[in-house]
């Protein structure tokens, strides 16, 4: 009967560990969004923190790709990159997670703007990127870009 228990509970640890920590599945973005409103941004990005605090050993990835923002507004030179900081720096200052735990990667230029969010487990290695579109094919739109205009209050 013992025994029965015992191989009982080894066959759900073994399942419940295929799928990875807290059943998160590898190699796939957590989270994908574009540009949206800086409340849902922090609400995709809370969720994302719970996935990092139930697996402490995983590190975050955070993938961006310059594009065209919501109805088809061009960016400005150097607006994905201030987004995306606003997102790094929302996750170590509000949220507590260590810098060291966050690698960020330029994906290249997309037809729109985009983030990609990976818990990338301890083990595995960082999201494959594609050949990105060359810089000379982005157009911008004209004037300064004033980072704090990014923040959304972080």
Do not use: H
Request: proline share 6%; hydrophobic share 40%; glycine share 10%.
């Amino acid at each position: 009967m013992v025994a029965m228990i015992l191989n009982g509970l080894m066959l759900l640890v073994f399942i419940a560990g295929a799928a990875g920590p807290s059943g998160f599945e590898l190699n796939r973005p957590f989270d994908e969004f574009g540009d949206i409103k800086c409340e849902d941004e922090m609400a995709r990005l809370d969720n994302f923190t719970l996935q990092l605090q139930n697996d402490p050993s995983a590190r975050a990835a955070i993938v961006f790709f310059a594009g065209k923002m919501a109805a088809d507004k061009l960016p400005k030179r150097g607006e994905a990159e201030a987004r995306v900081e606003r997102i790094r720096s929302y996750l170590t200052k509000r949220r507590g997670i260590p810098a060291a735990r966050i690698v960020v990667m330029n994906g290249g230029y997309n037809s729109d703007y985009r983030v990609q969010l990976w818990a990338v487990t301890s083990g595995a290695g960082l999201p494959k990127l594609e050949a990105p579109s060359p810089v000379k094919d982005m157009q911008y739109r004209k004037g300064k870009l004033v980072p704090r205009d990014y923040r959304c209050g972080i």
